[in-house]
């Protein structure tokens, strides 16, 4: 159980360009999911917070109209980098957290994005 | 100070033996804590979860909690080649949606 899946695994765009990366939630329901991204040998950085049905919670220092997340249902959240630039190239990894509430609450990663502009 | 402090690393261990991975943290409103393991080039992978005070195992795994000391530990036993990773130690505190991550540590266990 509590399988994230993300699509798609890998791409390549040229610079100018928007990439839109998906990610569901296959087993379970998602109130809450959550977008990183980690470039090489360095830890997750946080992008943003997702809630189904409301904007997303950006973290600081992150473009909210550069990096755009919808979360239109408790399965699926998108990420859209629009104008794609070199320094965009990274690794993008979403989690997601069961609707189930508490502070027992888990997040679950997805395999990741791997994303090279040229 | 870091929220989340993790020792970077390496540590090399051999196998067959124990590895002990320590996190410590820094806010005292900290209800949950998680162990994630990331392979290099791949997305993190839940280990452990603790909430309480104490120990908890899974398998060759145990987690510590000492909430005192403000300390989560990871014991890995009968370490195998196949347990060289990045471990993740990760903190949420109650009512928050976000994890708190540490820079993890890089682990490598030698045949």
């Known amino acids: 159980g509590a399988v994230v899946s993300q699509h798609p695994s890998r791409v390549i765009c040229k610079s100018g360009t928007s990439v839109k990366i998906e990610c569901r939630s296959l087993?379970?329901?998602?109130?809450?999911m959550f977008w990183y991204r980690q470039f090489p040998k360095q830890s997750l950085m946080l992008m943003a917070t997702?809630?189904?049905?409301?904007?997303?919670?950006?973290e600081q220092g992150v473009e909210k109209d550069k990096f755009l997340i919808n979360h239109a249902s408790l399965t699926l959240s998108t990420l859209t980098v629009t104008s794609a630039h070199p320094e965009d190239s990274s690794f993008y990894i979403c989690?997601?957290?069961?609707?189930?509430?508490?502070?027992?609450?888990?997040?679950?990663f997805g395999p990741g994005t791997r994303l090279t502009v040229l | 100070q870091k929220e989340v402090e993790q020792n970077s690393g390496p540590l090399s261990v051999p196998e067959g033996a124990i590895a002990s991975l320590n996190c410590t943290y820094s806010?005292?409103?900290?209800?949950?804590f998680f162990w994630y393991r990331q392979y290099s080039g791949k997305s993190p992978e839940l280990i452990m979860s603790?909430?309480?005070?104490g120990d908890k195992e899974d398998g060759r795994f145990t987690a510590q909690l000492n909430k005192a000391s403000q300390y989560v530990s990871l014991l890995i036993r009968d370490s195998q080649p196949s347990d060289s990773a990045t471990y993740l130690c990760?903190?949420?505190?109650?009512?928050?949606?976000?994890?708190?991550f540490g820079q993890g540590t890089r682990l490598t266990i030698n045949p």
């Open positions: 990760a903190v949420n505190r109650q009512g928050a949606q976000k994890l708190v």
């Open positions: 087993d379970f329901q998602a109130t809450t």
């Open positions: 997702s809630n189904e049905g409301s904007k997303a919670t950006y």
């Open positions: 603790i909430y309480s005070n």
């Open positions: 989690s997601a957290s069961p609707t189930i509430r508490g502070p027992t609450d888990t997040q679950y």
């Open positions: 806010d005292r409103g900290s209800q949950s």
